[in-house]
């Protein structure tokens, strides 16, 4: 007959794992980094703490032999006896959940920070340039060219831009019929998320009007009307001082300003942005001038694509003879610069 002593656990404790796994037996022993866990099925076995979510010790625990005997209780001068060796138990790699590792926040963008004071690193937009050239009856040359550029910080933005025209008659007795330069920069600086305050600077060289250079200082506040992926329309109110330099008497003059920003992103490639200033001269309510751009580009690449310009200059009292209104049509090629998604 052969005797064969089992010891039966008639309520153990239990183990849950974070994979949701559970084991039931008796735990032996237990520190920070691991518990050891008496099975029926698999012995000894030491479970890492790393990967335990709970352990039940309120059950009461009985072992009873198969001859019904239970074990004595050790006394104090009792030495514990060494552990046999025990196997490790570690759940699947892709079963175990761990606590998510907190990302580093993201540093704030600045419009002024990096090299140079950020005057070099940070800017996108675009550089454009039209030619066209005749010859025979009609000998003309006339040259385009502009640059847009704008950079974002965390809660400002500068933008700075820029064109010229230039044209050439040949078969004329005063060959240069148009040498006019445009340009200026704005800043803008958020209050919240739709309003914001903004500075701006413009000025102008014409010297088919006699202007030998206008200054334009303003300042005002503006709303950030639409602002999504695909649009965005801002709407500014505010006053300026125009300072111009012309053949015969200087004029300074306060007005007021209203302008509208708009940008349309069609697809990925196929834009358009338009612009629109009025001036209001604040001395003579009857005196007026605005400022229209408006300009369609399609990429051809990331860097390369083409644009087509309409804009106009209108001033219902110029110096001297000038015409009232300078119309200009412009197309060519433009290049992209800076971050591209």
């Known amino acids: 007959m052969i005797a064969v002593s089992a010891v039966l656990c008639v309520s153990a404790h239990e183990i849950t794992l974070k994979n949701g796994d559970r084991l039931s037996g008796i735990v032996i ?116 060219s502009g640059v847009r550029a704008s950079k974002s ?71 950030h009307t639409i602002k999504n992926d695909r649009t965005e329309l801002d709407l500014l109110i505010g006053l300026a001082w125009n300072r111009a330099w012309q053949v015969g008497a200087n004029t300074d003059t306060p007005e007021s300003l209203g302008a509208a920003a708009l940008k349309h992103k069609f697809t990925e490639r196929l834009k358009v942005q338009n612009s629109f200033t009025f001036y209001q001269d604040l001395t003579h309510i009857s005196k007026y001038r605005f400022i229209f751009d408006t300009s369609l580009s399609a990429d051809i690449t990331k860097r390369i694509g083409w644009f087509f310009t309409v804009g106009d200059r209108f001033n219902n009292r110029p110096f001297g003879v000038a015409k009232k209104n300078d119309f200009l049509l412009t197309t060519g090629i433009k290049w992209n610069f800076g971050k591209k998604k």
């Open 153 to 223: 910080g965390h809660s400002d933005k500068l933008t700075v831009y820029a064109r010229s025209l230039w044209n050439s008659n040949r078969n004329a007795a005063q060959s240069t019929t148009q040498n006019a330069v445009w340009g200026g920069f704005r800043y803008d600086r958020d209050i919240n998320k739709r309003l914001f305050s903004f500075g701006s600077w413009d000025f102008e060289r014409d010297r088919p009007k006699r202007l030998n250079f206008r200054s334009v200082i303003g300042g005002g506040l503006g709303n």
């Open 29 to 144: 022993s237990r520190d920070r980094d691991s518990v050891v866990l008496e099975t029926q099925y698999a012995g000894r076995i030491r479970i890492a703490m790393e990967y335990i979510e709970t352990i039940d010790m309120e059950r009461p625990v009985t072992n009873i032999s198969a001859s019904g005997d239970r074990p004595a209780k050790p006394t104090p001068n009792d030495k514990p006896a060494a552990d046999p060796p025990v196997a490790a138990v570690k759940p699947a790699a892709d079963t175990v959940t761990k606590p998510p590792v907190p990302a580093a926040p993201k540093p704030k963008a600045r419009l002024f920070g990096g090299r140079y004071m950020g005057i070099v690193d940070g800017w996108e937009g675009n550089a454009n340039i039209g030619f066209s050239f005749t010859s025979g009856n009609s000998n003309t040359s006339t040259l385009t």
